[in-house]
C-alpha cells in the first residue's frame, strides 16, 4: 500500500527557512516520480518541484530559485528545502508521487498523495 506522509510545515516569520519532508512507504523512487505541490484557498494546486530517483529535478515558477529539492533514497524520504520564505508561500504543501520516469509538473498525472502540511508565513 503507497502511503506518503508530509512533516516539517509550520509557521515562520518573512524571511526564514523551513525543511519539509516525505516519507514514503510501499514502494521504492527507483519507480517512482516524486514531487512537492501546494494550494491555496480557491486556487488550483500548483507544481512546486518534481524529481526522479537519479535526482534530476524540474522546478516550477513558484520555486522561483528559493527551493530546493533532494531525495535520501536509503530513508524513502524526499524533502524540500525552502529558503527565504515569503508570505505567498503560504499554502498546503503536498507530496505526490506517480509511476514512470517523466518528470511531470501536470498535477492529473499524479496517483499519490499525502496529506498535505501547512506553511504560514506572516510578513
Known amino acids: 500500500q503507497v502511503r506518503l506522509v508530509e512533516s516539517g510545515g509550520g509557521s515562520v516569520q518573512s524571511g526564514e527557512s523551513l525543511r519539509l519532508s516525505c516519507e514514503a512507504s510501499?514502494?521504492?523512487?527507483?519507480?517512482?516520480?516524486m514531487a512537492w505541490f501546494r494550494q491555496t484557498p480557491g486556487k488550483e494546486r500548483e507544481a512546486v518541484v518534481v524529481?526522479?530517483?537519479?535526482?534530476?529535478?524540474k522546478y516550477g515558477g513558484s520555486a522561483q530559485g528559493r527551493f530546493t529539492v533532494s531525495l535520501e533514497n536509503d530513508k524513502n524520504t524526499m524533502y524540500l528545502q525552502m529558503a527565504t520564505l515569503q508570505p505567498e508561500d503560504t499554502a498546503v504543501y503536498y507530496c505526490a508521487a506517480h509511476s514512470g520516469n517523466l518528470l511531470s509538473l501536470v498535477t492529473p498525472r499524479y496517483t499519490f498523495w499525502g496529506r498535505g502540511t501547512q506553511v504560514t508565513v506572516a510578513s
Open positions: 510501499g514502494f521504492t523512487f527507483e519507480k517512482y516520480v
Open positions: 524529481i526522479n530517483y537519479v535526482h534530476h529535478s
